[in-house]
């Protein structure tokens, strides 16, 4: 199991899985859930080795190195910290 941490809160999630999920229970805002409007950054905090590489919509997005999009990001294991 992987360990998801948003500021205050985490949620454990399955290794290889999505994030989505578990960052909408803990609060994180989202709109279209397909990697466009961007409402969904969150600012990796630690544990950036964690993740899965970018998909081509967070590349699309031209994020910061720090920043993955909550609706595409996918946890390899481990734990990893954001903030929004």
């Known amino acids: 199991m992987a360990i998801v941490f948003i500021d205050d809160q985490e949620r454990e999630v399955a290794d290889g899985t999505a994030i989505m999920e578990s960052c909408e229970a803990m ?8 990697g466009r409007c961007g409402t969904c950054v969150l600012e990796v ?12 919509a967070e590349g699309e997005m031209k994020l910061r190195d720090n920043e993955r999009l909550a609706c595409q990001a996918h946890v390899r294991s481990g734990t990893v910290k954001f903030t929004y």
């Open 27 to 34: 609060g994180v805002p989202f709109s279209c859930t397909e």
């Open 45 to 56: 905090l630690e544990g950036g080795e964690n993740l899965a590489p970018r998909t081509e």
